[in-house]
């Protein structure tokens, strides 16, 4: 477990390019797709108090001893655990030595100590690591960071997410020699969004209630998870049922419309390619063949995520409608580039266009004409003068769209931009107010006089108010009634908008004018 003493601006407006995010939440979605494969059945639905885990002294060693064996029965791991605290590797804040020994060692730094909450999340981070192992979890063939992350994601998948998101992020001052000094830690290989996302899509799909996931959070847990719920592109994942069937079959059904678009571009493309055949042979084939290779992927994951019938447990069925809604997104942001590219090769093709027919390969005597699926080169006989229509092909049951005829479709096909808005913005401008307000405390005499900072005619009002209090006691009641009356005027005002006059007609034909 690695940790860094200095905080990073990891805010979510500097985080990285929309594709690049899309991206990863889909890898997130597939790692736990992973772990409720192998662990679906096997697992509880409980999340660990990490009140049950009081850490009194950090630097007690068989109390941290304690601690980590009560996170290991939690998670039911059958050997004996002790914590050795060590000086370790800059950036190191825990290791552990993985075995099937009965006694298992972790090493702690001793930097960690100084925080209680980033010990546990440590402990709960290493603890995992043996969990996998000892349950033949792993993805060697990945990077050492895709494994960290896959354990980050398996802690809180196991009940560990209190621990991981308390102790993320987590800061302690200290007094010494009368000057305070402010020790801060970052613990963790996922970014605070990202594990707020993966918390609250656990918790979503085991219908945990939201009293009970955010019950012994820390404040900095809970605000992960709203940083989550109103990020642009986690927002939709986090506000969406994916045990609602119609949300499923609305997405396939977007998905399909989506890349019958693009093909449609590609179909005409190939009407008109002889009309520049040094370009094309270098430039627009190669374009096709890489485009077609990326839809066809597309479908194939499709196709993947719906054909399986028999799932092994509800969780997983949500894991995988989550995951298709994923890859809708995925496609228009993905495949921009491609369709906008597309466009303008027909564009061009067309332009140069001189006998405003197609030029197909066509054989005289059948009145046919020859279709590539550009996916594995396959040549296809197709009827000549036939409008748009879906061919699969015979050695790769590749299925795209073609057409012979001389008719442009690509001008029915919706830009990917309108497309994404039609998707995804709707839910964005929704979510615009987040629907978890987390504020600090500020008390009550901050914001009230904002409040009459914005509306001065009150403010005056109770200020003649108490002022003819004391006059009241001093002068007499009179002197007081009118200061009274005037502020109670003021507010009545302030409050029904009294003072606005509002002028009905036309205005003077002037472009400066005073009402």
Excluded at 67 to 85: E, M, P, S, Y
Excluded at 202 to 214: A, K, L, T
Excluded at 291 to 320: D, P, Q, V
Excluded at 503 to 512: A, K, N, Q, S, V
């Amino acid at each position: 477990m690695d940790f860094n003493f200095v905080p990073c601006d990891e805010t979510i407006e500097n985080d990285v390019a929309k594709e690049k995010i899309i991206i990863s939440i889909g890898d997130f979605i597939h790692k736990l797709i992973l772990l409720e494969k192998e662990l679906g059945t096997k697992v509880s639905h409980r999340i660990l108090d990490p009140q049950s885990l009081i850490l009194e002294n950090p630097y007690d060693n068989d109390e941290i001893d304690r601690v980590a064996n009560h996170i290991a029965k939690f998670l039911g791991l059958r050997q004996r655990i002790h914590v050795n605290i060590d000086d370790l590797p800059y950036k190191v804040g825990g290791n552990i030595g993985l075995s099937s020994s009965y006694d298992i060692t972790i090493n702690l730094d001793y930097a960690v100590l100084k925080l209680e909450d980033s010990v546990l999340a440590v402990l709960a981070h290493e603890l995992t690591h043996l969990y996998l192992f000892n349950h033949r979890i792993d993805i060697t063939n990945k990077s050492i960071l895709d494994n960290e992350l896959l354990t980050d994601i398996a802690a809180i998948y196991l009940g560990l997410g209190k621990l991981i998101l308390n102790g993320h992020r987590t800061e302690k001052k200290y007094e010494v020699d009368k000057k305070v000094y402010t020790c801060k830690l970052y613990v963790g290989y996922v970014k605070t969004h990202y594990l707020g996302f993966v918390y609250k899509t656990i918790c979503d799909m085991r219908n945990i209630p939201e009293n009970v996931y955010n019950e012994n959070l820390s404040s900095q847990g809970r605000i992960y998870i709203t940083q989550a719920m109103t990020h642009n592109e986690f927002s939709n994942y986090l506000n969406k049922n994916f045990y609602d069937e119609n949300i499923i079959n609305k997405t396939l059904a977007d998905i399909k419309e989506i890349l019958y678009s693009i093909q449609i571009i590609l179909s005409d493309i190939e009407k008109y390619l002889k009309n520049d055949e040094i370009r094309s042979a270098k430039e627009i084939e190669p374009f096709l063949i890489n485009t077609h290779k990326k839809i066809r992927a597309y479908l194939k994951i499709c196709s993947m995520l719906t054909s399986e019938t028999n799932l092994s447990t509800e969780c997983l069925k949500y894991l995988y409608n989550m995951k298709l809604y994923q890859v809708l997104e995925e496609i228009l942001v993905c495949l921009d580039t491609d369709f906008n590219s597309a466009k303008s090769y027909l564009k061009y093709l067309v332009s140069i266009n001189t006998t405003q027919s197609p030029n197909l390969n066509v054989d005289p005597e059948s009145n046919m004409c020859t279709i590539v699926c550009r996916s594995d080169n396959t040549k296809i006989e197709y009827p000549l003068d036939k409008p748009i229509s879906i061919v699969k092909c015979p050695k790769c049951c590749y299925e795209f769209i073609v057409s012979s005829d001389s008719v442009l479709y690509n001008e029915k096909t919706k830009d990917f931009v309108v497309l994404y808005k039609e998707h995804f913005a709707i839910n964005k401008q929704k979510n615009t107010e987040p629907k978890i307000k987390l504020t600090e405390d500020k008390g009550f005499i901050e914001p009230f006089l904002r409040y009459l900072f914005n509306r001065p005619l009150m403010g005056i009002g109770i200020v003649l108010i108490i002022i003819g209090i004391p006059v009241l006691i001093d002068v007499g009641f009179l002197g007081s009634l009118m200061l009274f009356v005037l502020g109670i005027l003021l507010i009545i005002c302030s409050i029904f908008n009294l003072y606005e006059i509002q002028i009905e007609g036309d205005l003077p034909d002037h472009h400066d004018h005073n009402l």
